[in-house]
């Protein structure tokens, strides 16, 4: 009776829309500001020099040759391939590995368990720029005893990241809301731990794994720092590499400058288009419990 009563009051009516107004107005705003840039940067692309170093908005007409210059002038075609086969060493890496770490912390017991969980979480607040000259040195270090060399080549590129304390915790998150149930039935069909995850865990964390490879390989993709630090040639750095480079070569032709960073980032916008749907669920499920 009083919901009756709240719900026919037009100043509780009003307090309330009010406030929606203000939250969609808020999210509204927030919307415009991520992608007025990334609009901007594709009718940039499209247009001729004289048009995006002037205050033209839109082209007149698309210039579509753009990204082919930018393409042979960047020499993206080496810089691109470079990229694929790091991000995908890399985000295998991360699969296998954050995957075992994650089941081990949220399925298995053993000594010393949360508190090695919470160090691992501690990583997290470490700058990554801090972790720079370790993990240099340990590549070298590495790189000498290894029948590979690491420095300019893919291991020193991809091997330090195949763990991420992020990850793990994204995983530990799905894995500990797998029913118990489960596990038991499991038991009594004689598997283990190792079988359980490969017939069962791993099947339904499909929206979790898919989360994790994908910020696993946008942080590959833009990853640029420590692809200089590790490599003195161009043999091995990656598609940030060249757009950089190509940033400080093209000068004052903004209108290349514009379609170089499109082709740089399309894979990115790709990917998260195909498995956007498992993106959002795997963190509507993994973030929001534990």
Request: hydrophobic fraction near 55%; glycine fraction near 6%; proline fraction near 6%.
């Amino acid at each position: 009776m009083v919901d009756q009563v709240a719900d026919s009051n037009p100043i509780t009516r009003h307090r309330i829309d009010l406030g929606h107004l203000m939250i969609y107005a808020v999210l509204t705003f927030g919307a415009l500001l991520a992608i007025v840039p990334f609009l901007y940067m594709i009718s940039g692309s499209l247009m001729n020099l004289t048009e995006a170093t002037g205050r033209a908005v839109i082209p007149s007409v698309p210039q579509w040759d753009n990204y082919r210059e930018a393409w042979v002038g960047a020499n993206f075609k080496d810089y691109f391939l470079n990229s694929v086969i790091i991000a995908t060493i890399t985000v295998s890496g991360q699969l296998v590995f954050c995957t075992l770490a994650g089941y081990a912390f949220a399925r298995i017991n053993f000594p010393a368990k949360s508190f090695l969980f919470t160090l691992m979480l501690a990583t997290l607040m470490i700058p990554e720029a801090v972790t720079w000259i370790p993990n240099f040195i340990t590549v070298v270090w590495l790189g000498r005893v290894s029948p590979i060399p690491w420095i300019n080549n893919w291991p020193a590129l991809t091997i330090p990241f195949m763990a991420s304390a992020f990850s793990i915790f994204l995983l530990r998150q799905f894995f500990l809301q797998v029913p118990g149930e489960l596990w038991d039935s499991a038991q009594i069909d004689g598997a283990g731990h190792l079988r359980f995850l490969i017939r069962i865990a791993i099947p339904l964390a499909k929206p979790a794994l898919l989360t994790v490879a994908l910020f696993s390989f946008i942080g590959s993709w833009n990853a640029l720092a420590w692809p200089i630090l590790v490599t003195t040639t161009p043999d091995w750095r990656p598609i940030s590499y060249g757009l950089s480079s190509f940033l400080e070569e093209a000068g004052a032709l903004v209108h290349l400058q514009m379609a170089g960073s499109v082709i740089t980032i399309l894979p990115i916008l790709i990917i998260y288009l195909l498995i956007q749907k498992q993106f959002v669920e795997g963190i509507a499920t993994t973030g929001l419990k534990g």
